[in-house]
């Protein structure tokens, strides 16, 4: 017979879940904003998302939800609103702001879903060594790019997109900021980055800040080396 859980552990688990269920609200909000062209807006609540993402992962360890609460998966209820937050809601930001020309518009955004779903279906998605197989499910990133740093024209943003979902199914390995070991500095400081230079650009719209939009720059394309790195080179010397 299982260890048994005090009332007290039992509500600080539920309220766990129920704070990884929230996250749904933050996605609906941003279909919302996004339905109103409100895109900085809807980027903010996306940004709530990830960062809920982000902590109840540590929390659920915290305060052992597993063991508390075996009768709930606190990893299926990610799965719904990872898609729905990394997908679904990215998916339509790119399709409503228009920076890609119709009819190509909905067919990037048909793209986006149904190679997102089949990755989300596949083994492996993590190596053992925590590492991103393929691109990782992060299209919400990529509608911040699209929509907030670059200006890319139609084309290019379609061909963008077309080349993340191939890589979707390469096996280039990604790095996963907060587990992958190799340059763990580097990464975290890198995501610091990103997140700081996010923050500032979204904070200052409509107005430029070349800091911030230097920082977002900058901190893709550590995360490109750092991909090239380790599926050529790293395993290899």
């Known amino acids: 017979m299982g260890k048994p859980y005090t009332t007290c552990q039992r509500a ?34 996306l940004l709530a998302a990830q960062v809920i993402d982000g902590v109840d992962g540590t929390l659920a360890r915290r305060f052992k939800v597993t063991e508390v609460l075996p009768e709930m998966s606190g990893k299926s209820i990610d799965f719904v609103i990872d898609f729905a937050g990394y997908a679904i809601i990215p998916a339509f930001l790119i399709y409503q702001a228009g920076i890609i020309a119709s009819p190509y518009d909905l067919w990037a955004a048909f793209l986006i879903l149904v190679t997102s779903a089949v990755y989300y279906g596949k083994s492996g998605m993590i190596s053992e060594d925590y590492y991103f ?3 990782p499910v992060m299209w919400n990133m990529v509608a911040f790019y699209l929509l907030f740093v670059f200006e890319w024209e139609s ?6 997109i077309i080349i993340l979902a191939v890589l979707q199914f390469v096996p280039v390995k990604f790095a996963y900021p907060s587990r992958t070991k190799r340059w763990r500095a ?3 400081t890198a995501t610091v980055v990103f997140i700081v230079s996010m923050v500032g650009l979204l ?8 800091v911030f939009w230097w920082g977002s720059v900058s901190s893709l394309l550590y995360f490109g080396i750092f991909a090239i790195l380790a599926t050529f080179w790293f395993d290899r010397r």
Request: hydrophobic share 50%; charged share 5%.
């Open 12 to 45: 600080q688990a539920w309220a766990v879940h129920l704070f990884t269920a929230s996250g749904i609200i933050t996605v609906f909000m941003a279909m919302v904003e996004g339905t109103q062209h409100n895109y900085t807006k809807a980027m903010w609540w």
């Open 133 to 135: 197989i393929g691109f």
């Open 155 to 160: 084309t290019i943003n379609l061909l963008f």
């Open 186 to 188: 580097g990464n975290l």
């Open 203 to 210: 904070w200052y719209q409509p107005r430029e800040m070349p």
